[in-house]
């Protein structure tokens, strides 16, 4: 990647991440973060900014994916770029990755370093590949935010992707056990959105005197 997430050693505030697989509410437990008025660095919108205003970056899209992956207003196509990714037989995931990832983890190196100089004590980022990047060493702890597969699966039909689609995914991100066994802590998220917050909050009441 060529930086490490892990900015130093004497770091005021803790870098925590949260992480799950599709559909597992981990974008939720972010937002109720968020809310609560702490600071939330939402991967995949950093890579949304990336493909579209990264100009190196989106050089580098054209050039593995073609131009068609971008609209008249050369901006990315979500919806092509993901078909093109997890329909082939190739490993087109991990050039994406290869392409975008480098500028991400720069953009979260700066945003943690201006909420840290800003005196948050907790600075979250949410990301569904923390493991699978090899970015969990970055990260003074990391939350796991799981459901049961089928509900999962069902989540992310109701969001309009295809079974097919979805278990392509699923088969590019690490076993949802071994993802809750190499995190510090986990949320079940089986159940209903105000018991997945309550979840939430406890965990960050557990942070907040970790970060005294």
Same mark, same amino acid.
Do not use: W
């Given at each position: 990647m060529g &930086?490490? !997430? $892990? /900015?130093? $050693?004497?770091?005021?505030?803790?870098?925590?991440g949260i992480t799950g697989g599709i559909a597992s509410g981990k974008t939720t437990v972010g937002q109720v973060y968020q809310g609560k008025g702490y600071p939330v660095i939402f991967t995949d919108l950093l890579a949304h900014k990336v493909m579209n205003f990264?100009?190196?970056?989106? #050089?580098?899209? &054209?050039? #593995?994916? +073609?131009?068609? %992956?971008?609209?008249?207003?050369? /901006?990315v196509i979500r919806k092509k770029l993901s078909e093109i990714v997890f329909s082939s037989t190739e490993?087109?995931?991990?050039? !994406?990755?290869?392409? *975008?990832? @480098?500028f991400v983890i720069e953009e979260m190196i700066e945003l943690t370093?201006?909420? =840290? +100089? +800003? +005196?948050?004590?907790? *600075?979250? %980022?949410?990301? #569904? !590949?923390?493991? =699978?990047?090899n970015l969990d060493e970055g990260f003074d702890?990391? %939350?796991? *935010?799981?459901?049961? @597969?089928?509900i999962c699966v069902k989540r992310a039909q109701s969001r309009g992707l295809a079974i097919e689609h979805i278990n392509l995914i699923l088969q590019?991100?690490?076993? @949802? *056990?071994?993802k809750r066994n190499f995190a510090d802590f986990a949320i079940e998220n089986n159940k209903t959105l105000s018991e997945l917050e309550e979840s939430a909050m406890f965990l960050l009441n557990v942070l907040?005197?970790?970060a005294k």
């Open positions: &930086k490490s !997430l $892990t /900015l130093n $050693t004497d770091r005021n505030c803790l870098v925590i990264n100009n190196q970056a989106k #050089a580098a899209l &054209k050039q #593995a994916f +073609g131009n068609d %992956i971008f609209d008249s207003d050369d /901006l490993n087109k995931l991990m050039l !994406l990755n290869t392409i *975008v990832h @480098p370093d201006m909420y =840290e +100089g +800003g +005196g948050s004590k907790l *600075v979250f %980022i949410e990301s #569904a !590949l923390i493991y =699978e990047t702890y990391i %939350i796991d *935010v799981f459901a049961e @597969p089928d590019n991100q690490l076993d @949802p *056990v071994a907040k005197e970790i």
